[in-house]
């Protein structure tokens, strides 16, 4: 069954640090490749996908993702976290043909020290 | 666009009691998913609808757990009776994708508590 992983379930960075959050998945085909923030008690918002094309997205507020095929991960990145980055991230994969259901990492929870 | 609305926000019931969660799907997404959040499993998909139909119910924990989709326009997911397991945000998404390629769009989730 595909599934997807992420490595760090809380990471506790100060402000102006740079962050990377890790994901991997488990699916040999065609995937399509999402990150998901959610802030305290609000609802998943999306923060960058990739389809297709060049591996390296940008997304909202600074963020970035790499995709890279042969380690099948996909991970998140970014230069300078700021106090309001203190959300939870979600990575998620698309299974192409498999309409759009998407399945969920655990999650990764993020505190940014002011 | 008022995105996908959910109610209630909260919801606090007894063991053994029916609990009935309302989704409104965006106007125009094909798709409606279910989603439990918690602590220990995270983000599971318990069913998902295309056009009114269940294609995958596969994540729905046991049969206490029933959706429907009577139109496009309103989902329910019914838990009966409920269990203090069952204890969980549910998130409802919508999606206008056909191919894993839309992104999936949330409700602000109910918040359900089993006491």
């Given at each position: 069954?595909q ?55 940008k ?13 099948f ?30 399945i ?11 | 666009d008022?995105?996908v ?10 063991m ?19 989603y ?49 397991r ?10 206008p ?19």
């Amino acid at each position: 069954a595909q599934s997807v992983s992420q490595h760090n379930h809380h990471v506790i960075l100060s402000e102006a640090a740079s962050l990377e959050l890790g994901c991997n998945y488990s699916y040999g085909g065609t995937v399509n490749l999402f990150w998901y923030v959610q802030y305290p008690g609000q609802h998943l918002q999306l923060l960058l996908k990739y389809f297709s094309g060049d591996p390296l997205v940008k997304g909202i507020k600074g963020f970035e993702a790499e995709f890279i095929k042969s380690k099948f991960s996909f991970n998140l990145r970014k230069p300078s976290v700021q106090w309001s980055d203190t959300a939870e991230y979600f990575c998620a994969v698309g299974i192409y043909n498999q309409g759009g259901k998407l399945i969920f990492g655990q999650g990764t929870e993020l505190s940014v020290k002011p | 666009d008022a995105g996908v609305i959910q109610s209630p926000r909260h919801e606090v019931t007894e063991m053994g009691q029916e609990v009935t969660l309302r989704c409104k799907p965006i106007s125009g997404h094909d798709y409606l998913f279910w989603y439990r959040q918690t602590m220990m499993r995270g983000l599971e998909l318990l069913i998902y609808f295309n056009n009114n139909v269940p294609i995958d119910d596969s994540g729905m924990p046991e049969d206490r757990f029933s959706a429907k989709m009577p139109n496009a326009s309103f989902s329910t997911l019914k838990i009966q009776p409920s269990e203090p397991r069952d204890s969980a945000v549910y998130f409802c998404a919508s999606s206008p994708g056909t191919s894993g390629s839309s992104p999936l769009h949330f409700g602000n989730g109910t918040r359900l508590t089993v006491t």
